[in-house]
């Protein structure tokens, strides 16, 4: 919504300012140079990326016109999935678990949660680290290490699509300019034609400078940008449950556990300690 909102604002300033200053929007409506521009564009960023990259990007790019699905609402039923199964471990041994993370799609505890339930990645996530958890005596640090290395991974994987968006609005001014050098040659081919003539052909090749330009800065590294931001934003969930698990594994009780984890999240999503104290109640009066 914010993206489609951005580029009214954007195309709203730099084409009715054109045109309050007198200017004709329809000499700026030049297709081939669109066509040269894009076309160009989208050919180097097909050499420039493997088919991983491509199908990463296109991934990527549908979902920055949606909304943000890591709300508080989404925070707060890891946390208490997470105090869920730490209490039962707790209480039961480590082993009343195991049935739940080996088939989490039949669980009675994350089927109360279906936002996490929904992401396979964060269930596999938690099911994988409390599974080392059950079958051996696996010191903390390894553990600390092991995940900093899976998210690391993680990470490194989102920031395909982030550096491809990248370069494509780095190379999209560069194909402006090689248009409206193209304009230029076309022009000096028509040195015959009047000089009212040629000022036209001149302004429709510098429209591809303008164009190029237009493209790379106003729609194209906009997109990078945020896709770097929700990268970010994925990567959060997975330190929570990295830094719970790891105090669980330190010896601290589930309620300071999800503590822990509740206080690397963004403040802006952050539940609050009193809100966690009563959803803990809650789920202990269940």
Known sequence: MFVILGYVIVLGSIFGGYALAGG???GLWQPLEVLMIFGGGLGAFVVGNDIKALKATAKALPGLFKGSKYQRALYLELLLLLFSLL???????????????????????F???????ADH???EFIADYLRLMVSGNMDPLQME????????????????????MARLGDGLPAFGIVAAVMGVVHTMESLHLP???????????LVGTFLGILLAYGFIAPLSGLLEHKLHESSKPFQCIKI???????????SVAVEFGRKVLYSTERPSFSDMEEEIKQSKSK
């Open 24 to 26: 004709h929007l329809g």
């Open 87 to 109: 209490s039962k471990a707790r209480s039961e041994g480590l082993m009343a678990i195991e049935g739940d993370i080996e088939k989490p799609e039949d669980s009675p505890i």
């Open 111 to 117: 089927s109360k949660y279906p936002m996490i339930q």
């Open 121 to 123: 990645h964060l269930v």
């Open 145 to 164: 290490n092991l995940m900093d290395n899976e998210i690391e991974t993680h990470h490194h994987e989102g920031e395909v699509p982030v550096h491809a």
């Open 195 to 205: 000089p009212g003539d040629l000022g036209i052909l001149i302004g429709h090749a």
């Open 244 to 254: 719970t698990l790891l105090a669980s594994m330190n010896g601290m009780p589930p």
